[in-house]
């Protein structure tokens, strides 16, 4: 009455092995189904009905849908992929031709001690100056002499 069930008799290697690929195939459908459902809402050449239609087509039928889908729109799909990584790359390198083109707090404490040097600005205006371009907390009255712009006004 007393029966020991050993998995490793009941469950050889090969069993194990043939497991593992049957869920890691598992694992890459659903990756292929999302990706697929993501191109579709991805594509501007299809209309609503056209999205909708495949939609339900992938989701009701997964398995023919799927390949329907990558056998007619495959090579489409790749193309999308590679312009919105194309386009995401043009936005950052904008990002950072945006971001290079601010002058750092170096820069703008070296022009700083050029105008005082000639005599531009006073002692007073170049600490003032100087504490803005640090990050610094400066009275509005100060900022306003400074820049002529008051707080609201520089924070825009």
Same mark, same amino acid.
């Not at 209309?47 to 992938?58: D, E, H, S, T, Y």
């Not at 105008?115 to 003032?128: C, S, Y």
């Given at each position: ?62 398995? !023919? &849908?799927?390949? *329907? ?8 799909? %790749?193309?999308?992929?590679?312009? =919105?990584? $194309? ?23 070296a022009k700083l001690s050029d ?18 371009? !640090? &990050?610094?907390? *400066? ?8 820049? %002529?712009?008051?707080?609201?006004? =520089?924070? $825009?």
């Open positions: 009455m007393n029966t020991q069930v050993y998995l490793a008799y009941d469950f050889p290697l090969l069993s194990v092995l043939w497991t593992m690929l049957v869920f890691a195939i598992w694992v890459l459908w659903f990756f292929l189904l999302f990706k697929i459902i993501f191109d579709i809402f991805r594509d501007d050449a299809l209309g609503g009905w056209g999205k909708a239609g495949w939609l339900v087509f992938v989701i009701v039928l997964p398995f !023919l &849908g799927v390949f *329907v889908y990558l056998i007619a729109r495959g090579k489409g799909m %790749g193309q999308r992929e590679v312009d =919105q990584a $194309r386009a995401q790359r043009k936005e950052f390198d904008s990002y950072v031709r945006e971001a290079a083109a601010t002058p750092s707090s170096a820069e703008q404490l105008l005082r040097a000639r005599g531009d600005i006073t002692d007073e205006e170049f600490r003032q100056a100087k504490a803005l371009a !640090l &990050g610094g907390a *400066v009275p509005e009255s100060h900022a306003t002499s400074i820049t %002529g712009l008051t707080g609201d006004e =520089q924070q $825009r």
